[in-house]
Every structure is written in C-alpha cells, then in structure tokens.
C-alpha cells in the first residue's frame, strides 16, 4: 500500500494526530537505519531517530514541499542530530582520555558494536568497512546506495554542491571496493558504479 506523504504532512498541519502518527509510523524504520549507520550505537540511533523525528513532527510547519521532499529534510535533520551525537562523542572521550592520562590504552567501544551489528558474516564485513569511512564519505555512500537519494536531495542534505557529493560517493564506493577486496566479501559487494 503506498502511502502519500504529502497528504500526511498537510493533514498534520492542520492539527489531526493520526496523520502524525502515520507519519512517525513510515518513517521511523529508515529514521532509525540511517542514524544506526551513522552512530554504530543502538541506544544512540534510537535516540537520535527519536529526536529527529519528534523535531520533524513539532516543527512541521518549518517545512516546505516545495524546497524537498519529506524524507529528504528529515533524513537532513537525522543527519544533523547524529553530527551532534558524533561530536559529543569525541568530546567525550578526549575528555576521559586526559582525565585517564596515565592509563594504558582506552578500549573502543565501537568494535563489540560493530560484530553485533549484523549476524551475518557478509553484512558484518559490510557495516565495518562503511564504519571505517570518514564521516562526509559514510554519510554519501548510506544516502546514495541505502536511502536511495538522487545526487541533488543528497547535496541539499548535506549542504554542499552536487559535484562535491558525487565524488564522496564515488571515493566512498572505491574505499569500500578496496577495503572489501582483501575479504571474501567483495562478491556480494555489488553497488553501481558511483557515478551512474
């Protein structure tokens, strides 16, 4: 059943719950994908996810049609919210790792994450390689080839010139090409080429 968006969001700017909640509903899946991706944490994806979504909802009237699609400013809110996640992190472990200065090496929390990301061993090596990414690159490999967006809804997400996104897809995908190359992985790593 195809659900027309559109119609959810003006009904929804015109006060009825059900809409919201159908809205929240479609959504909250890929919300929740798109942040885990980005976050390799599944309390902080929830959160994030949440936290994008509860924005979108509160402040529906901020959006407008005819500027993106739906998905794409919430997908541009959920990128945003997990940047700030991912910023605090840092923050948060440069900040411990002073405070434990003298301290041998401080474990990543990230790698019993990322094994239990995925069962498989092929989505495994996947979401690791993604996970290895820079920041900018992992963003544009997970809207491009995971969300589907076209070029231009990615710039308008990441705010930055179409040219500038084309080729973060275009390393990220060689990255993950050359990454996947040295496991048994790089058979079922089949994306288009980048540009394509």
Same mark, same amino acid.
Request: with cysteine; hydrophobic share 40%; proline share 4%.
């Given at each position: 059943?195809?659900?027309?968006?559109?119609?959810?969001?003006?009904?929804?700017?015109?006060?009825?719950?059900?809409?919201?909640?159908?809205?929240?509903?479609?959504?909250?899946?890929?919300?929740?994908?798109?942040?885990?991706?980005?976050?390799?944490?599944?309390?902080?994806?929830?959160?994030?996810?949440?936290?994008?979504?509860?924005?979108?909802?509160t402040n529906i009237a901020r959006?407008? &049609? *005819?500027?993106a699609s739906f998905s794409t400013?919430?997908?541009?809110?959920?990128?945003?919210?997990?940047?700030?996640?991912?910023?605090?992190?840092?923050?948060?472990?440069?900040?411990?790792?002073?405070?434990?200065?003298?301290?041998?090496?401080? &474990?990543?929390?990230?790698?019993?994450?990322?094994? *239990?990301?995925?069962?498989?061993?092929?989505?495994?090596?996947?979401?690791?390689?993604? *996970?290895?990414?820079?920041?900018?690159?992992?963003?544009?490999?997970?809207?491009?080839?995971?969300?589907?967006?076209?070029?231009?809804?990615?710039?308008?997400?990441?705010?930055?010139?179409?040219?500038?996104?084309?080729?973060?897809?275009?390393?990220?995908?060689?990255?993950?090409?050359?990454?996947?190359?040295?496991?048994?992985?790089?058979?079922?790593?089949?994306?288009?080429?980048?540009?394509?």
């Amino acid at each position: 059943m195809t659900i027309d968006v559109g119609a959810l969001v003006e009904r929804w700017k015109h006060g009825d719950p059900q809409a919201a909640e159908a809205i929240y509903n479609h959504h909250r899946t890929r919300v929740y994908g798109l942040a885990y991706s980005l976050l390799a944490d599944e309390a902080e994806a929830e959160d994030a996810a949440q936290d994008a979504l509860t924005y979108a909802l509160t402040n529906i009237a901020r959006y407008s &049609p *005819q500027l993106a699609s739906f998905s794409t400013w919430l997908h541009t809110i959920t990128v945003s919210r997990c940047r700030d996640r991912l910023r605090r992190r840092k923050r948060f472990t440069f900040s411990i790792s002073n405070w434990l200065r003298e301290e041998e090496d401080i &474990p990543d929390p990230a790698e019993n994450q990322e094994q *239990q990301a995925m069962e498989s061993e092929m989505q495994g090596e996947i979401l690791k390689a993604v *996970q290895n990414l820079s920041l900018p690159l992992r963003e544009a490999i997970l809207l491009r080839f995971w969300l589907g967006h076209t070029f231009r809804e990615m710039a308008e997400i990441l705010g930055c010139p179409v040219p500038t996104v084309q080729s973060r897809v275009r390393l990220a995908y060689q990255k993950l090409k050359t990454s996947l190359a040295q496991t048994d992985v790089v058979h079922g790593f089949d994306l288009e080429e980048a540009g394509q």
